[in-house]
């Protein structure tokens, strides 16, 4: 495997029996391969490929690569050659992806696949083994990540993409699930703490740093461009909500189910999400009307890196 390779289409086409849309898996190499996490967009602007990763062969220290594939799984291309890639995210307007790796933050293009270093990190060890995820505004004009410094600390950052200017604007022990507004003014990140995860907000500039006072969502997305965010509660909830910092409650946009990753459309009227105890496959939201259809089961494993085959355990995930 190589950076630049064009390998031969892996995909499998499906008819899911319940609903009759067609279903397209994409890989079924002997690796782990797994998308790029529901908080951010992992399809390039005119939606004709989807990046993921995928581990560079069958071996639990096996290093990640990055990936493209066209939407219709007649194409499988690898885009960087790593050890130690991290921070990854898609910038659709830039139509490219930017990453962290020997202590850079870089760009490479999704189709042109030409790369460059956009600015210096702050270190270069990556915040824990495997790759890890950065956040892009909509407009791509500001990448989030960070990375573990020599004194076993972790620097959150800020990059404005235009000029390369790098600028550290928080310090913990760790944060992650990193995702930025969309008109990229605040972040939202835990800090992990030995108490657990610390639901925080900050401004871009690394201001206004305050704590994210809602704690019953599972996993959450900012919303359109209104300051929400929508998610799915956690148990005894079984919902999909919005809530908007300052709210007394959470508005329920439909529940009888426990909804577990959800991610919505940019125009903020479609929420797609899986589910999880019992995994009943994808269910898709519609907020004009308030209704909820179910889309299909893929056979996948809800967010997390599987062997990719068609077969799955009997136990829920």
């Given at each position: 495997?190589?950076?630049?390779?064009?390998?031969?289409?892996?995909?499998?086409i499906?008819?899911?029996?319940?609903?009759?849309l067609?279903?397209?898996?994409?890989?079924?190499?002997?690796?782990i391969?797994?998308?790029l996490y529901?908080?951010?967009?992992?399809?390039?602007?005119?939606?004709?490929?989807?990046m993921?990763?995928?581990?560079?062969?069958?071996?639990?220290?096996?290093?990640?690569?990055l990936?493209?594939?066209?939407?219709?799984?007649?194409?499988l291309?690898?885009?960087?050659e790593?050890?130690?890639?991290?921070g990854?995210v898609?910038?659709?307007?830039?139509?490219?992806?930017?990453?962290?790796?020997?202590?850079e933050?870089r760009?490479?293009?999704?189709e042109?696949l030409q790369?460059d270093?956009?600015a210096?990190?702050?270190?270069?060890?990556?915040?824990?083994p495997?790759?890890?995820?950065?956040?892009?505004?909509?407009?791509?004009?500001?990448?989030f990540?960070n990375?573990?410094?020599?004194e076993?600390r972790?620097s959150?950052?800020?990059?404005?993409?235009?000029?390369?200017?790098?600028?550290?604007?928080?310090?913990?022990?760790?944060?992650?699930?990193?995702h930025?507004?969309?008109?990229?003014?605040?972040?939202h990140?835990?800090?992990m703490?030995?108490d657990?995860a610390?639901?925080?907000?900050?401004?871009?500039?690394?201001?206004n740093?305050r704590?994210?006072?809602?704690?019953?969502?599972?996993?959450?997305?900012?919303?359109?461009?209104?300051?929400?965010?929508?998610?799915?509660?956690?148990?005894?909830?079984?919902?999909?909500?919005t809530?908007?910092?300052?709210?007394?409650?959470p508005?329920?946009?439909?529940?009888?189910?426990?909804?577990?990753?959800?991610?919505?459309?940019?125009?903020?009227?479609?929420?797609?999400?899986?589910?999880n105890w019992?995994?009943?496959?994808?269910?898709?939201?519609?907020?004009?009307?308030?209704?909820?259809t179910?889309?299909?089961?893929?056979?996948?494993?809800?967010?997390?890196?599987?062997?990719?085959?068609?077969?799955?355990?009997?136990?829920?995930?």
């Amino acid at each position: 495997m190589a950076r630049g390779s064009v390998y031969a289409p892996e995909r499998a086409i499906m008819r899911d029996s319940r609903s009759g849309l067609k279903v397209t898996r994409l890989t079924h190499g002997p690796t782990i391969s797994t998308n790029l996490y529901f908080e951010m967009c992992a399809f390039s602007k005119n939606e004709q490929h989807v990046m993921f990763m995928a581990q560079r062969y069958a071996g639990r220290d096996a290093p990640f690569d990055l990936f493209r594939a066209r939407t219709d799984g007649t194409e499988l291309v690898q885009m960087t050659e790593y050890d130690d890639i991290h921070g990854v995210v898609v910038a659709p307007e830039r139509e490219a992806v930017y990453y962290q790796t020997g202590g850079e933050v870089r760009r490479i293009g999704i189709e042109s696949l030409q790369e460059d270093a956009v600015a210096k990190a702050p270190a270069a060890e990556r915040q824990r083994p495997g790759y890890t995820l950065g956040t892009v505004d909509r407009g791509g004009k500001v990448y989030f990540s960070n990375c573990r410094t020599a004194e076993n600390r972790t620097s959150l950052f800020r990059v404005d993409l235009d000029s390369g200017r790098l600028e550290v604007i928080f310090e913990s022990e760790m944060q992650n699930h990193l995702h930025v507004s969309p008109d990229g003014s605040t972040l939202h990140f835990n800090a992990m703490t030995d108490d657990g995860a610390e639901p925080k907000f900050i401004a871009a500039d690394g201001s206004n740093l305050r704590a994210y006072t809602f704690r019953n969502f599972a996993h959450h997305t900012w919303f359109g461009t209104e300051g929400l965010m929508q998610g799915t509660l956690l148990p005894p909830g079984h919902a999909l909500a919005t809530y908007s910092e300052g709210d007394e409650q959470p508005t329920i946009l439909t529940e009888g189910r426990y909804y577990w990753h959800s991610s919505p459309s940019a125009d903020a009227q479609w929420i797609v999400s899986d589910t999880n105890w019992p995994r009943e496959g994808l269910y898709l939201f519609h907020l004009p009307s308030g209704t909820v259809t179910w889309l299909c089961d893929p056979q996948a494993s809800c967010s997390h890196p599987q062997w990719t085959t068609l077969t799955r355990p009997s136990h829920q995930n």
